[in-house]
Nanobody, 124 residues
Framework: QVHLVESGGGSVQAGGSLTLSCVFS????????MAWFRQVPGKARDRVAG????????TYADPVKGRFTISRDNADRTVYLQMNSLKPEDTGMYYC?????????????????WGRGTQVTVSS
């Protein structure tokens, strides 16, 4: 079982920035793909960003391109999501996820492992 622990959520005004962190329990094939998802009440979790193939490949959902940056530090077993120019529609529970397959990072299928989430609230 891969354990994922998120932190860094909070409340911020529109235009502000936040950095989310996710510590993962192992740097193995099971964490080949690391990704961030967002969920709002009553809706499914949507992929926000993913990183795989070491740190050589990153993917982003269209609404966050140019504003969010995903990165990974294997030495610290941490994946980050730097969020800039935040908008009220970025509000939601953000979940860290891991999978042994790149498809989870590409939005092809759901990931195998989930964290418990961290709340981000952006006010206008």
């Amino acid at each position: 079982q891969v354990h994922l622990v998120e932190s860094g959520g909070g409340s911020v005004q529109a235009g502000g920035s936040l950095t989310l962190s996710c510590v993962f329990s192992e740097d193995t094939d099971r964490t080949y793909c690391m990704a961030w998802f967002r969920q709002v009440p009553g809706k499914a979790r949507d992929r926000v960003a993913g990183i795989y193939n070491g740190s050589s490949t990153t993917t982003y959902a269209d609404p966050v391109k140019g504003r969010f940056t995903i990165s990974r530090d294997n030495a610290d077993r941490t994946v980050y999501l730097q969020m800039n120019s935040l908008k009220p529609e970025d509000t939601g529970m953000y979940y860290c996820a891991a999978d042994s397959r790149k498809g989870a990072c590409l939005g092809v299928h759901g990931p195998q492992y989930w964290g418990r989430g961290t709340q981000v609230t952006v006010s206008s």
